[in-house]
């Protein structure tokens, strides 16, 4: 079944009892049983949700996975792999990379008894001079959020050949219509659906897939008895969301090649980071594991300061100065101040988010129009 009809179809059955087309929205926590433990599947709804289940295997349809399991947030879906681990073991992380998974990790795991080495990934040369035999999870961002630095899932994956280290992917500036990670060799792929699956910047969820059997166990226990569960209402969202992806990243791509192209060639702007350029260092590795570059800029000024970027992000008039990204609406969002302030000054500055930075989610509006009101802002 291709992407296009996979979206449509893929975890969705029509109604048993009506033939509704559209999976019915089951807003009930808990279900009768006929004697204690003969139900008809369905006990309480932490545990299952029939909206939630038709979500779950549609989100698994999309990523290549026997698995998908779904969490109130991104950060509930990282923090159930992070529980995988215990006291002693180490992971290794891209330097680049959220700074809510950031917080979790330097903020709340190391607390625990974990160990975690930040790393520029991108080479995997460092990576592999990092494994050792407490390492027990690879933790890649590829594009990366915000420096949009590309990993070769591959090549990572395969340096953990052998050994027993999980490689988990957070996919969500790609999505699974441009990248599929586990076919590339990983182990766990995770999704702030809150951005590209849901679409309409209307939902909070995070999502993981997979396709070990034992590991999806792990993964679902640790949903269940965390409890860090969507409601079916926001599950029916993401269905619905769900079933316009594709074309959906064919305009965020297709918009954004020309958003980048803009911005190269403008004065006041120093740099552009978008793998779909050929000077992208990783460019190559993005060409061989992607099938089209994505919806994310990000770009510096000339006139390098936090005071130049917001008198530039106050200026907008289509773009709407917001965190999160991949909804059919344009955002613009300052890093160093919002989504990774949690981030210490001088780590960010080592990966190179100045403190001019300026991150571009680019909808599906008319081109044209965004690429006006970028140059009145920058004007």
């Not at 490689?167 to 990983?186: E, H, K, M, R, W």
């Not at 965390?226 to 926001?234: L, R």
């Not at 740099?271 to 061989?288: I, L, M, Q, S």
Request: glycine content about 8%; charged content about 20%; aromatic content about 8%.
């Amino acid at each position: 079944m291709k992407f296009g009809t996979k979206v449509i179809h893929a975890g969705v059955e029509p109604d048993i009892g009506t033939g509704a087309i559209m999976t019915p929205i089951y807003q009930t926590s808990t279900y009768v049983q006929e004697s204690p433990g003969k139900h008809k599947g369905y006990e309480y709804s932490r545990t299952q949700n029939p909206t939630r289940d038709a979500l779950q295997k549609s989100i698994a349809a999309l990523e290549n996975a026997k698995y998908g399991i779904c969490f109130s947030s991104g950060m509930g879906a990282i923090d159930a792999i992070i529980k995988l681990l215990k006291s002693g073991d180490e992971v290794i992380s891209i330097d680049d990379l959220y700074g809510g998974s950031y917080r979790l990790f330097e903020q709340v795991y190391v607390g625990f008894g974990l160990k975690f080495h930040f790393t520029a990934m991108y080479s995997t040369e460092k990576v592999a001079q990092l494994i050792n035999d407490r390492t027990k999870l690879i933790w890649i961002e590829t594009p990366t959020n915000p420096m949009m630095n590309i990993v070769d899932i591959e090549a990572v994956a395969d340096l953990a050949k052998g050994k027993d280290i999980l490689i988990g992917v957070d996919n969500t500036f790609a999505s699974p219509y441009l990248q599929n990670p586990l076919d590339l060799g990983a182990d766990i792929v995770m999704h702030s659906v809150t951005k590209y699956l849901g679409g309409h910047s209307d939902v909070i969820m995070g999502a993981l897939a997979c396709n070990d059997n034992m590991l999806a166990e792990k993964l679902a226990f640790q949903q269940n008895a965390s409890g860090a569960v969507p409601g079916p209402q926001d599950c029916f969202l993401v269905l619905r969301g769900i079933k316009t992806l594709h074309i959906r990243m064919q305009r965020h791509c297709e918009n954004a090649r020309h958003v980048a192209q803009f911005l190269v060639s403008h004065p006041k702007v120093e740099k552009v980071c978008w793998p779909g350029f050929e000077t992208h260092p990783n460019h190559d590795v993005a060409r061989k594991q992607m099938r089209d570059f994505g919806g994310m800029i990000s770009f510096t000024l000339k006139e390098d300061s936090m005071e130049a970027a917001f008198r530039i992000l106050e200026k907008f008039k289509i773009f709407s100065l917001a965190e999160s990204l991949g909804g059919v609406e344009s955002l613009c969002a300052h890093p160093a101040s919002m989504t990774h302030a949690s981030i210490p000054k001088e780590e960010r500055e080592k990966i190179g988010l100045k403190d001019s930075l300026i991150r571009f989610s680019i909808g599906i509006e008319d081109v044209e129009d965004l690429i006006s009101d970028i140059d009145q802002a920058l004007s």
